[in-house]
């Protein structure tokens, strides 16, 4: 998988939203917005896409390295947060 190139994860008080930098990417009909793990792990994909690509595979690890979270856990959160920006059409 890959994100899509546009998207830049900026924070917003306690929260992080993914914004559009070009006209094409803005929908003006949702916000992405993503808690503290979720824009850790957008960090992580963006690091991996820069590399060629990630897996959820790729993303629990990091889940994992970086919180004291069960393997099956994190999974299950990358699982839903992937789905999740797939359903945005902020990944490919």
Sequence with gaps: MKTIEGFRLRKLGNE?????ES??????NKMITL???AAFLWQ????????????????CKALCAEYD?????AMS???????????????E
């Design 16 to 20: 992080y939203i993914l914004v559009g």
């Design 69 to 73: 979270v069960s393997p099956e856990q």
């Design 23 to 28: 006209m094409a990417l803005i929908n003006f």
């Design 44 to 59: 992580k994909a963006e690091e991996c896409t820069a590399a060629g690509g990630f897996s959820a595979a790729d993303l």
């Design 77 to 91: 959160d990358v699982n839903a947060t992937v789905a999740s920006w797939r359903e945005a059409g902020i990944i």
């Design 35 to 37: 808690n503290e793990t």
